[in-house]
Nanobody, 124 residues
Framework: QVQLVESGGGLVQAGGSLRLSCAAS??????????MGWFRHTPGKEREFVAA????????YYADSVKGRFTISRDNAKNTVYLQMNSLKPEDTALYYC???????????????WGQGTQVTVSS
């Protein structure tokens, strides 16, 4: 089992930045060679993929809506994944989740482990 805990959310003005963290415990995603992803959800909308990173950190990919503004990274020695969010927009407001998968290109259904989420609110 892998437990994931997100942190770093908060309220920020449009144009500002936040860095989200996702700490793993238990049998860590490194033990399972798991890719990590960030997703977000807003009430009334479907869960949206944001970014993913290969378990070795050698490859990443992003949703078009965040490309060029968000950066996903990981430190396997610290069992932590990060999402650096710059140039935030009001439409980035959502509950952000990190998740772990053995399939780097999986959609959300392929992610076996999920955190509880951290709220990001961007004011205009």
């Amino acid at each position: 089992q892998v437990q994931l805990v997100e942190s770093g959310g908060g309220l920020v003005q449009a144009g500002g930045s936040l860095r989200l963290s996702c700490a793993a415990s238990g049998r860590t995603y490194s033990d399972y060679a798991m890719a990590m992803g960030w997703f977000r959800h807003t009430p009334g909308k479907e869960r949206e993929f944001v970014a993913a990173i290969h378990w070795r950190g050698i490859s990443t990919y992003y949703a078009d809506s965040v490309k060029g503004r968000f950066t996903i990274s990981r430190d396997n020695a610290k069992n932590t994944v990060y999402l650096q969010m710059n140039s935030l927009k009001p439409e980035d407001t959502a509950l952000y989740y990190c998740a772990a998968t053995t399939n780097y290109y999986a959609d959300y259904r392929g992610y076996a482990y999920w955190g509880q989420g951290t709220q990001v609110t961007v004011s205009s």
